[in-house]
């Protein structure tokens, strides 16, 4: 069974910095697209950032310039420095990837159980 699995959430003061982690476990054929996306309380899930096999990020406005997506292929990992964080940053932070599980089968999505970003003095 393939499954997602994140670390590195926390309480930071704003202004502050955080690493998440996203791994990969399970048997599979290859990862197209990775991601992270977030829930802030009490509202909807939302695009944070992508990343594909080759290293093509992209990001959500509210994020540009402060957050960095990253991804290490042969470990199947994929990362998300966070920088000058804001109290609008807190959320739920899940992992998406977009997995072949067998050569010739189609894609899945799967999703991360989440890690809690709290941004407060």
């Known amino acids: 069974q393939v499954q997602l699995v994140e670390s590195g959430g926390g309480l930071v003061q704003p202004g502050g910095s955080l690493r998440l982690s996203c791994s990969v476990s399970?048997?599979?054929?290859?990862?197209?697209?990775m991601g992270w996306y977030r829930q802030p309380p009490g509202k909807e899930r939302e695009l944070v950032a992508t990343i594909t096999s080759r290293g093509s990020a992209n990001y959500a406005d509210s994020v540009t310039g402060r957050f960095t997506i990253s991804r290490d292929n042969a470990k199947k990992m994929v990362y998300l420095q966070m920088n000058s964080l804001k109290p609008e940053d807190t959320a739920v932070y899940y992992c998406?990837?977009?997995?072949?599980?067998?050569?010739?089968?189609?894609?899945?999505?799967?999703w991360g159980q989440g890690t809690l970003v709290t941004v407060s003095s």
């Open positions: 998406n990837a977009d997995v072949v599980r067998r050569w010739g089968t189609p894609s899945v999505e799967i």
């Open positions: 399970g048997i599979i054929f290859s990862i197209n697209v």
